[in-house]
């Protein structure tokens, strides 16, 4: 049962445009929620995080919108530049879980000139 | 920053032997290390959690006689697959926890691609 998810596996934006990125939970008891960028073989690295109690963080180009009720985030990028090009997973912590992360499928995105 | 190095980046054996991944902290003593596996296009799924001088805890479904986790110091994690085969074949990924580093602090070894021939 995939608890996080990441319905789109590919997004392509153009050079200068916003690169939105979305990410779905059904489980509520997540007390953070991270985003991470993956090259291939390597692992991940860490973009920008949210509280479950905030709706919005933003950290110079990326910013990360909550909505609870609906329990989805996304991650916009802008503007999306060609070194933006790369796998996003989004993750969740667990709350009482030793802080174990539960990571979504990814989205591959492609940012072309 | 804190760095976790992990070793080999690529390995193929062959099917019945076993493979040792190491993922060493650099200047940095790792309390608790998580094991990942990836099939491709798939997320990253947890394997395991190991805490430094105890047991590993298993995610349901892993098998821990095949995948030996051992993190006997504060600096060295190691997952050993045994008797492996080729659908033991994926990427391989630990994560170290960052004590005092808030939610985002956890750092990811750069991975291991196991190939089983």
């Known amino acids: 049962d995939q608890q996080v998810k990441q319905n789109s596996p590919s997004l392509s934006v153009q050079e200068g445009r916003i690169s939105i990125l979305n990410c779905d939970y059904t489980?509520?008891?997540?007390?953070?929620f991270l985003w991470y960028k993956k090259y291939p073989a390597e692992g991940p690295t860490f973009l920008i995080s949210?509280?479950?109690?905030?709706d919005k963080n933003e950290d110079g180009r990326f910013t990360v919108f909550l909505n609870k009720s609906a329990k989805h985030l996304s991650l916009h990028i802008v503007p999306s530049q060609p070194g933006d090009s790369a796998v996003y997973f989004c993750a969740a912590r667990g709350i009482g879980t030793a802080s174990k992360l539960t990571f979504g499928t990814g989205t591959r995105l492609q940012v072309t000139l | 920053g804190a760095v976790v190095s992990q070793h080999p980046s690529r390995v193929i054996c062959k099917s019945g032997t076993s493979v040792k991944i190491e993922c060493r902290s650099l200047?940095?003593?790792?309390?608790?290390m998580f094991w990942y596996r990836q099939f491709p296009k798939q997320s990253l799924m947890l394997m395991a959690t190991s805490n430094e001088g105890s047991k590993a805890t298993y995610e349901q479904g892993v098998e821990k006689d095949k995948f030996l986790i051992n993190h006997a110091s504060l600096t060295l994690s190691t997952l050993t697959v045994t008797s492996a085969h080729p659908e033991d074949s994926s990427f391989y990924i630990c994560s170290a926890r960052l004590m005092g580093q808030g939610p985002h602090g956890y750092t990811f070894g750069s991975g291991t691609r196991l190939t089983v021939v």
């Open positions: 949210i509280s479950s109690i905030k």
């Open positions: 200047d940095f003593q790792a309390t608790t």
């Open positions: 489980n509520s008891m997540f007390d953070y």
